[in-house]
């Protein structure tokens, strides 16, 4: 079992939709939580990070971390065409030196 | 503020023969990672660098990859020789420091894309 699932995608959506992009996890011992969004051939680029559970919110942005389900989520409100991009999620814990990362979910938003 | 620097952006060689990727991290970032991210999936940690020193190198396929960065500032991830399987994006990042919440902040380069045939 792979330490970190994420739905491959490809995800099409209408320009102003919500969209939610899920991760699942194995590890319980995982404290932090990322999620980066990658363009086509360009380096990931941090979005939101969460530590331990709860929400955290940043403009059409909301993180939400379900440690008793082992399950992370990335809400965008208001979707549009510049989100078009690959959404990764990456997990660490609290005493570990290296990034697990999802495989990624692609997502296009539709004018 | 500048962002990581990688290069070459592309590289295409041959199986067995030898290539180097250099990367010069966000200035005063103590912290360098190289990832190497295959077609559709998530980048895999190779190497991190703390100032000049390997914090993790576990997953660093040694008996062909090798990595430096002497001075604590830019870095070189040598492959020799490649083989087909090592074809994907070579990731360069850097964090301000070693502590929680730097290592969460990595800003990451461009990428170095490699094809070996």
């Known amino acids: ?111 | 503020e500048a962002g990581v620097a990688q290069s070459p952006r592309y590289k295409i060689i041959e199986k067995r023969q030898s290539v180097a990727f250099w990367c010069n991290p966000i200035s005063g970032h103590a912290t360098l990672y190289w990832y190497q991210q295959i077609l559709g999936q998530g980048p895999k940690l190779l190497i991190q660098f703390q100032n000049n020193g390997v914090v993790d190198d576990s997953q660093l396929p040694k008996d062909r990859f090798s990595a430096e960065r002497l001075k604590g500032v830019d870095s070189t991830l040598k492959i020799q020789p490649a083989k087909l399987e090592d074809s994907a994006v070579y990731l360069c990042a850097s964090s301000l420091g070693y502590s929680r919440g730097d290592q969460e902040t990595q800003y990451f380069g461009p990428g170095t894309r490699l094809l070996v045939l």
């Not at chain 1, 792979?2 to 699942?24: F, H, M």
């Not at chain 1, 086509?40 to 530590?51: A, F, N, V």
């Not at chain 1, 609290?94 to 999802?102: K, S």
């Open chain 1, 1 to 111: 079992q792979k330490e970190v699932e994420q739905d491959p995608g490809p995800l099409s959506v209408p320009e102003g939709a919500i969209v939610s992009l899920n991760c699942t996890y194995s590890n319980s011992a995982f404290q932090y939580f990322m999620w980066y969004r990658q363009y086509s051939r360009k380096g990931p680029e941090l979005l939101m990070y969460t530590y331990s559970s709860g929400n955290k919110e940043d403009g059409r942005f909301t993180a939400q971390v379900d440690k008793s389900s082992k399950y992370i989520s990335l809400f965008i409100r208001d979707s549009q065409p510049s989100d078009s991009a690959t959404y990764l999620c990456a997990m660490d814990t609290n005493t570990g030196n290296q990034f697990y990362f999802g495989t990624g979910t692609s997502l296009t938003v539709i004018p």
